[in-house]
T-cell receptor
């Protein structure tokens, strides 16, 4: 879905480095999410935000932080990257309401050496 | 919180055969169950969903069934085709009180010729 974009699409970094993954959406949705995907573990929620002033931890928030700069932008930061944060990261959005249909970005593949 | 378990983790079927993926959930108040398909290298996308007020929903070759008493729901794909090969994720949520989807760990479906 071209309405949800992520940058960068691929990133290689070293242990201890700070990196930021960015997500932008043009769908006009209030809700935004960050997931990580690991083989055999499915999609695990890192953080989510229901509006610019709302930030919530997901099930695996340790080692991560987020910033909701605007309705359309939600960034994920790794303050000091470690190898077990190597994963595929997805941003997603959903509209307000009961359907909870989520629209995913294309993903960012992160490798921490 | 909600816990969603998904089986099997991998499934191989011959083209034209049917495939069934099963999920169980823990929160009896959950009322919305979507299924997402993730093709290789692509983002997850919603393919079908079901609400707790119905027992079955069909869309061409795919169908989802829900058994609220047993707290399980299943994805059925008939007349499988090579393009059905993907990872499938189930998810659940109580849209009245919960704020985020809980995903299963995924099933890798391989349709062989």
């Amino acid at each position: 879905d071209a309405d949800v974009t992520q940058t960068p699409r691929n990133r290689i970094t070293k242990t201890g480095k700070r990196i930021m993954l960015e997500c932008s959406q043009t769908k006009g949705h209030d809700r935004m999410y960050w997931y990580r995907q690991d083989p055999g573990l499915g999609l695990r929620l890192i953080y989510y935000s229901f509006d610019v002033k709302d930030i919530n931890k997901g099930e695996i928030s340790d080692g991560y932080s987020v910033s909701r700069q605007a309705q359309a932008k939600f960034s994920l930061s790794l303050e000091s990257a470690i190898p077990n944060q190597t994963a595929l990261y997805f941003c997603a959005t959903s509209d307000w309401g009961g359907a909870e249909t989520q629209y995913f970005g294309p993903g960012t593949r992160l490798l921490v050496l | 919180g909600e816990n969603v378990e998904q089986h099997p983790s991998t499934l191989s079927v011959q083209e034209g055969d049917s495939a069934v993926i099963k999920c169980t959930y823990s929160d009896s108040a959950s009322n919305y169950f979507p299924w997402y398909k993730q093709e290789l290298g692509k983002r997850p996308q919603l393919i079908i969903d079901i609400r707790s007020n119905v027992g079955e929903k069909k869309d061409q070759r795919i169908a989802v069934t829900l058994n609220k008493t047993a707290k399980h729901f299943s994805l059925h794909i008939t007349e499988t085709q090579p393009e059905d090969s993907a990872v499938y994720f189930c998810a659940g949520i109580n849209t009245g009180t919960a704020s985020k989807l809980t995903f299963g760990t995924g099933t890798r479906l391989q349709v062989t010729l």
